[in-house]
């Protein structure tokens, strides 16, 4: 099917290099993608944000070419899905988050086919395989048949298998799920590498603290939709400018204790009288507050300072919280 005239703008920066737009997929009577669209340019980490079911996977999926949309186009380095896929794909490294190795073929084998199979020569497959097994720091490992490896390892070796052909887009799927903190910071310094390199790289999870970490910009997702997209300082914005405090006291502290304070006020009480919540103008008042709070004849058993982040973002957004459950995304 030809791009309509409209679809025909969507790239819109020489430098954009994986481009969704207006794309939709329904399963039966499910919107599980709705109207999605946006960009992520060369040299980018662009997070996709979203709970377990917020569509993050079949977005993933169709920007893969492995499942098509019902409505929308997608271009990886300015390819149209639709007009030349199999030349999109060697464009394009995709690393699901199931395990896609062949466990009795070596490391170095599972690379070196890969390779072959994006169209690379047998020289280029050979200094790719390793080129790519040191980038995850398993070039020791490169003989050693992958049902032997840790999990963590073979979380690595799925990056690099992604990498291998070097594409200039990057899709990951929940990368580092089960994953030991060693190989979690492997993980984070392969992609940075790779985006350091010029490669736009899409990374979806549902982990807040990787996105913020990790990446240059984020798309908040929930239901199918596209909340929100810009860079983690924007979206933090979106959440509230102002920090909180959460106090407990061993009994009912005196009755505005906090009131002089300049900027602070209380947030929705809560049924607890010796608990609250705070809001602060800025954490240069936290010491002035606990102050206050040891005056109030409530004694203080403990409290915690909460600096606004992506959750409050997408809580403000939604309604509700991240969450984790163990429903398969789609």
Known sequence: MPPSPEEKTLVKSPQTIIGAAHLRKSYGSRLAVDDVSFEVKAGEVVGLL????????????????????????????????????YTLRRKLGFVPQSIALYPSLSAYQNL???????GLTR????????????????????????????????????????LVHRPAALLLDEPTVGVDPQSREGIFST????????????????????????????????EGKVLADGTIAQLIE???????????????????????????????????????????????????????AHSAHGQLLEFAVHSPNLSDAF???????????TTQDQ
Not at 149 to 155: D, E, F, P, V
Not at 258 to 283: F, R, W
Not at 316 to 323: E, N, S, V
């Open 50 to 85: 979203g709970p377990n079911g917020a569509g993050k996977t079949t977005t993933l999926s169709i920007l893969a070419t492995l499942i098509d949309p019902d409505a929308g186009q997608v271009q990886i380095a300015g390819i149209d899905s639709r007009v030349a896929p």
């Open 112 to 118: 070196e086919t890969l390779a072959r199979i994006h």
């Open 123 to 162: 020289r280029e497959s050979e200094n790719r395989s390793l080129e790519a097994l040191e980038s995850v720091g398993l070039r020791d490992r490169a003989d050693d048949p992958v049902f032997t490896l840790s999990g963590g390892m073979k979380r690595r070796l799925n990056l690099a298998c992604g």
């Open 191 to 222: 992609i940075r590498t790779a985006a350091d390199s010029g490669v736009a790289i899409l990374y979806s999870t549902h982990y807040m603290e990787e996105v913020e970490r990790m990446c240059d910009r984020a798309l908040l997702i929930d």
């Open 238 to 292: 979106l959440g509230g400018h102002h920090p909180r405090m959460e106090m407990v006291f061993k009994k009912s502290p005196l009755m505005g204790w906090y009131e002089d304070i300049q900027g602070v006020v209380e947030l929705a009480p809560t049924d607890d009288e010796a608990k609250l919540v705070l809001e602060l103008t800025s954490l240069r008042q936290v010491s002035e507050v606990l102050e206050h």
């Open 315 to 325: 809580i403000t957004l939604t309604g509700h919280g991240l969450r984790d459950t």
